[in-house]
């Protein structure tokens, strides 16, 4: 991504390197992006896996990772003090010493362990994991921050203009909530609207729907429009529109006939989507047919960084996350 906001996290790295967890240590597409991370100077990749099936799946993907560190949990020194930690985390679920060591043997557990005892700064995963297995422990052990109700996510879209600058907009939450309520979906503008600001973009927020102020009727309709009440009431700085169809937010001819005289309507920049069904099949035609970049899913309001890949994601895609993902810890 040559965005001015991507550069900005290089260079806030550089002053203040990170360590990231790779839950999935044999991927190639893992090793490849390590290695990468490695000929710089501002990200500490932590891989987690058996050494000797890492350095395989390395010499196979014939790349370089020598000065990764490895962490395998079956021979890990700290695995004990783990397990207490974890049974004390989950003691309102009455985990058990015993279930704790099976559960942690996995590496989205194990990992997402080591970045709540403060062995790495970060995690990426989702190569191989699902969205849900790579959420799930981080919902459970590291929670959502004081101040947020849910845990979200957007993603950053990035294409290229004809003028070489980029067109940067922001998507969300096509990841995690799958019916998001009104309020979920305030919160999810709010978060969303501020990670964009990280990568250059200046808020416009569009509320989506299949109905421009009231052109259709029905429940879908309504709680799109009043998250969109609700949310120009929480945020009254933030330019807000909805609810709003998809041509009325992007297209100022459209907007002119729909949607007359807003200061969103044609220049929307940042899309909520009424639930995940729309969120995830819009962002990845966005990527798929209309030549964005996606970034993401970026989560937002957990109480560390941590982020989930997409399993059709490229060594780059895993590269430019890590950077992300680091940059956003404190
Ligand atoms: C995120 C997701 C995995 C959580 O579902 P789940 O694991 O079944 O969640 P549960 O309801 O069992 O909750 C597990 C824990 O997470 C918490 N949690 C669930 N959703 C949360 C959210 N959005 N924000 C904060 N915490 C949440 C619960 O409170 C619970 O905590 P507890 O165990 O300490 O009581 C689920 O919402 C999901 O599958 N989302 C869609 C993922 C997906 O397929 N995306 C498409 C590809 S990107
Ligand atoms: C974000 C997303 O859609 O993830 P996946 O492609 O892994 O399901």
Redesign the pocket.
């Known amino acids: 991504m040559a965005n001015n906001g991507f550069g900005v996290l290089i260079d806030k790295l550089k002053k203040n390197p990170k360590k990231i967890v790779f839950t999935e240590g044999t991927d190639p597409r893992i090793i490849e992006a390590t290695s990468r991370l490695l000929s710089g100077t501002f990200l500490k990749p932590v891989l987690v896996g058996k050494p000797d099936e890492i350095a395989a799946a390395a010499e196979e993907a014939g790349y370089n990772i020598n000065g990764a560190e490895i962490i395998d949990p079956e021979n890990y020194d700290r695995f004990e003090e783990m397990v207490d930690l974890f049974c004390e985390l989950r003691k309102k679920k009455g985990v058990t010493p015993e279930q704790a060591r099976g559960i942690l043997s996995a590496s989205n557990y194990f990992g997402t362990m080591l970045v709540k005892m403060g062995v790495a700064d970060a995690l990426l995963g989702?190569a191989t994991y699902?969205?849900a297995d790579t959420v799930r422990p981080a919902l459970q052990l590291i929670k959502t921050k004081p101040g947020n109700s849910i845990v979200s996510s957007c993603f950053i879209m990035v294409r290229e203009k004809a003028t070489g600058d980029n067109e940067v907009l922001v998507m969300g939450d096509?990841?995690i909530n799958i019916h998001p309520t009104e309020d979920d979906l305030v919160e999810i503008a709010g978060e969303s609207a501020k990670c964009g600001r990280i990568f250059g973009v200046d808020p416009k927020v569009a509320f989506l729907s299949y109905s421009t102020l009231g052109s259709g009727k029905g429940e879908d309709v309504d709680k799109m429009r009043n998250a969109a009440a609700k949310a120009k009431e929480k945020y009254p700085d933030l330019p807000i529109e909805g609810e709003i169809q998809f041509d009325a937010a992007v297209s100022p001819r459209v907007a002119e006939v729909k949607c007359p005289g807003s200061a969103v309507a044609g220049h929307a920049n940042t899309f909520i989507f009424p639930d995940i069904n729309a969120g995830?099949i819009g962002y990845?035609i966005a990527q798929r047919l209309g030549g964005f970049d996606a970034y993401?899913?970026i989560l937002l309001g957990l109480n560390a960084p941590i982020n989930?890949?997409?399993?059709?994601c490229n060594a780059m895609e895993v590269y430019s996350m890590a950077i992300i993902t680091a940059a956003l810890s404190d």
């Open positions: 989702g699902s969205t096509c990841a995830n990845k993401g899913p989930d890949l997409s399993r059709g």
